[in-house]
């Protein structure tokens, strides 16, 4: 391994509206044109509540009320060593206003949760949007 090679940390959000979940579809590498929740990097300095505020601000549009930890993923590349390593850290939130595609985001939707099954997806996307949900 190079000792250079660290994974990336990252942030995302399951915003909720009426039982329905807000997805975007990439518009780039890595996973472009899979649907995923709003997210990105953490930048250096940020804090992780900072970073997915921004990251849903910059994809979406919306602005996060108490973003509520979820879990936490790898998403780590194939090959040897992965091309990629990201430790993603997930939220849930409500959020203020209407959505509009923005930054990486090539298109976003409401889905229902039994929908994402028929969707090329990020890896764990299903397992993620379940524990989200809030009662």
Do not use: C, Y
């Amino acid at each position: 391994m190079n000792e250079t090679m660290r994974p990336v940390l990252g942030v995302s959000v399951a915003i909720w509206r009426g039982g329905r979940v807000l997805l975007v579809r990439r518009g780039r590498e890595p996973f472009k044109d899979h649907w995923s929740l709003p997210g990105g990097r953490v930048e250096w300095g940020e804090s992780l509540q900072d970073a997915v505020r921004r990251e849903a601000a910059e994809e979406t549009g919306l602005s996060l009320h108490t973003p509520h930890l979820v879990d936490t993923l790898d998403m780590i590349g194939a090959g040897e060593p992965p091309a990629s390593h990201f430790v993603i850290v997930v939220f849930t939130a409500d959020a203020t206003g209407e959505p509009v595609a923005g930054d990486d985001a090539a298109e976003i939707g409401w889905f229902e949760p039994e929908a994402i099954a028929a969707l090329p997806t990020t890896p764990d996307l299903a397992r993620i949007v379940a524990l989200s949900q809030r009662s």
